[in-house]
Each structure stands twice: as C-alpha cells, then as structure tokens.
C-alpha cells in the first residue's frame, strides 16, 4: 500500500518520518529520541532514527510505561489525520490487552501526594475551605 511520500524505488521511509507520520510522536526530533534511547525495535533489534522501514516489518515502541506491538501495514513520510495514521500500522491484540491493564494499573494507583509547605495561595485557599465547611 504505497502512499504519498513514500520512496519509490525501495518502498522505504526512515524510521523517525513513520513514527511521527504514525502519530506515535508528535513531532520527529521526540521520534529520535526515542529511536536513539533504544525505545523502538524493528524486527527485534534496535533501531536508530535512519533506518528505512518496509512493508511488513514488525516493530515494538515503548512511550512511557506502555508498550506498542505493531505491524508496519503502509508507509508515509507525511503526517495526516488519524483515521490515515492508523492505517498505517495493525496493532497486535496482546499488545492492546497489556496496555489496557498497564493504564487500568495506573489509574488504580493513589496520586502521590504534594512535597513541601503550602504556599501563601494554598493556605489562603485552605482557609475558606475550614470557613465555609464549620
């Protein structure tokens, strides 16, 4: 499924271009980031932000406790909207399922809580709470 964009002669993009066209990262410097931090692995071994990507390949993604397990379905240099971004790429569905509890997890857990003295707003906000509930 060739796309605008995309290399001809190869049917390549670079690495950083599809995750950023993916909207996997919002802008192609985060999606070298990644890439150069060892975040991204295509077909099991790290991958650094030049590297071309293909129809077919497999890739793992981690941005920030979550871990994205895809099939590289179309290739585009160009970001669009999402309903085009996620035709890019087929997500497995053990990857979806992991994601799903690691966010129920997260949601589950307490907020830590505040560090330090309350400044002079807070304290003037705990104030007319005490005012108002007694």
């Known amino acids: 499924m060739e796309r605008a ?12 271009k599809w995750l950023w066209a993916a909207r996997f990262f919002k802008t ?7 890439a150069n931090g060892g975040m991204v692995h295509v077909n099991g071994l790290r991958a650094k932000p030049g590297r071309d990507i293909r129809v077919g390949d497999r890739m793992e993604i981690r ?11 179309g290739l ?17 569905e053990a990857s979806r399922r992991k ?5 129920l997890a997260l949601r589950s857990e307490p907020r830590p809580l505040p560090g330090g ?11 007319r709470f005490r005012e108002v509930q007694g």
Request: aromatic fraction near 4%; charged fraction near 35%; hydrophobic fraction near 35%.
């Open 99 to 103: 994601r799903e509890l690691t966010a």
């Open 117 to 127: 003295r309350p400044t002079k707003k807070d304290r003037r906000a705990i104030i």
């Open 76 to 92: 585009s240099d160009r970001r669009g909207s999402a309903p085009v971004a996620q035709a890019l790429y087929e997500e497995s």
């Open 5 to 16: 964009g995309t290399d001809e002669a190869g049917g390549t993009v670079r690495l950083d």
């Open 28 to 34: 192609r410097s985060l999606a070298c980031e990644a």
């Open 63 to 73: 941005k920030d406790q979550f871990l994205f397990e895809v099939a590289v379905l």
